[in-house]
């Protein structure tokens, strides 16, 4: 798309959740859940998804495939190295998708080109010709990236998006890979690259900017202020270090002020609460209260001045409507009694169509939820469907558990644990706690040594009967994983969210093994006369 093409007041939001979002500490996303945020980020409106990396690893080419394959509406994006196998393997994940983007980036700051590439500028020149044209041989649709854009030399960056744009780049991106500029310097740097690179007028501009000093939101926004069409995010401002900019924020930026910047993107606003709650819960990644947009305390009023003015009138002190971000989806109610159909049709209204096997699993769980909750809300669908309905089989599940709490003596637990073969073994050991009881228990049936890095508790509803959320990252051998349970009682939660933890882990560590003994296989048969 070529600014003539495109509304000169639409934003185009690009999300980077799966991909950027996933290389945070710690998260580990399968196929299967990646590909339903992707389908939940086809449903908030974005227009661009960055599905995967796919050279990095089979399971990220896996992920971007099926994402190609089976999300509609979005363009779906893959990010490749300028190097031809990175771009080779982005166009074959992308190559169903009914509108693919190759997106590829080479580094254009002398301290990345001279310690990271051990390259020169020369070298830089010859490979963003060479991989923007081999690109643009698969695909129409290409996005190349400067990175580390905001350190480099200007008008050497300029020189390097001229090659891109002859070659046939229809997106130029400019990120501030690690989240150094400042808006005012953004600016400038994007003002100067319009000066130098008269051809940037005719494809879209876009912004990624890094939240290392807190500005990414800003840094976006002053570049959308700049002239760029285009704003590179993430849900819950997830992403390396200190993540990235914060889709729902740019987004209800935009539209919260319109009025006043003319500006917009067609983010279906009613989504973001539901897309930040998905995300959180599958990425394990907890959303602090006071966030912007979609922490739980951004339409909180606890002092007595701000409580009157709201009951008097809401604009006294918000400056939006909690529904506009989809904050009132928890009125729909299912009870014990409620049937199949019911419970189909409810989750159809959250977007999340299941029928055959799929339906029954989900039913059988949420009888079992309803047998100890009065009224199972939407957010409690949400929870429920999000745990339960995983195409990948775990190595471990927990099949049964038993705890002795008191505080005259240390908790016990005793736990049963179906192993990777189908047998199931038991295992008993003492804690700090119940929780961590059981921790330990899971560790001696499973004979894994796994170290609990972090654990989070949380509420999906209020009140006593709410489901608990739980969410673990441990790690085996210096490879980490991330698991996450839902149940009424916490310490089942808990359990769960461990062994679907140790699970991650292990399959990452087979997976690290296996590429280490490739890697080592192939350097013996390069040295072997």
Partial sequence: MTPAEQDPNRVLIFDTTLRDGEQSPGISLNTSEKLEIAQQLARLGVDIVEAGFPIASPGDFEAVQAIARQVEGPVIAGLARIHPGDIDAAWNALRDAPRPRIHTFVSTSDIHIEHQMRATRADVLGLTRAGVAHAKQYVDDVEFSPMDATRSDVEFTAEVLRIAIEEGATTINIPDTVGYTMPHEYTAFLERLYELTPSLRDVVLSVHCHDDLGLAVANSFAGVLAGARQVECAVNGLGERAGNASLEEIVMLLRTRKADVGLDTRAVTTEIARTSRLVSRLTGYAVQPNKAIIGRNAFAHESGIHQDG?????????????????LDSNSLVLGKHSGR?????????????????????????????????????????????????????????????????????????????????????????????????VFHAINAATSVDAKLRDFRIDA???????????????????????????????????GRAYVRALSNAVRRRSVAAEAEEATAEAASRVTTP
Avoid: C
């Avoid at 709201?310 to 989809?326: C, N, P, W, Y």
């Avoid at 085996?476 to 349970?485: A, F, I, L, M, R």
């Fill in 310 to 326: 709201v009951l008097k009138h809401r604009e006294t002190f918000e400056i939006m409507d909690a529904q506009s971000i989809g």
């Fill in 341 to 437: 159909h019911a419970l189909r049709d409810a989750l159809a209204q959250l977007g999340i169509v299941v029928d055959g096997q799929a339906l029954n699993t989900a039913f059988k769980r949420f009888k079992e939820i309803a047998d100890k909750k009065k009224q199972v809300t939407a957010m409690d669908l949400e929870a429920l469907v999000t745990d339960e309905l995983r195409e990948e089989i775990p190595a471990y599940s927990l099949e049964w558990f038993e705890v002795e709490a008191s505080s005259r003596r240390p908790p016990h637990a005793t736990v049963g644990v179906r192993l990777p073969d189908g047998a199931e073994a038991t295992g008993s050991f003492t804690g700090d706690g119940p929780i961590d009881a």
């Fill in 460 to 494: 999906v509803t209020s009140g006593q009967d709410a489901l608990g959320e739980t969410s673990v990252v441990l790690e085996v051998d210096g490879v980490s994983g991330s698991g996450q349970g839902v149940s009424t009682d916490v310490i089942e939660a808990a």
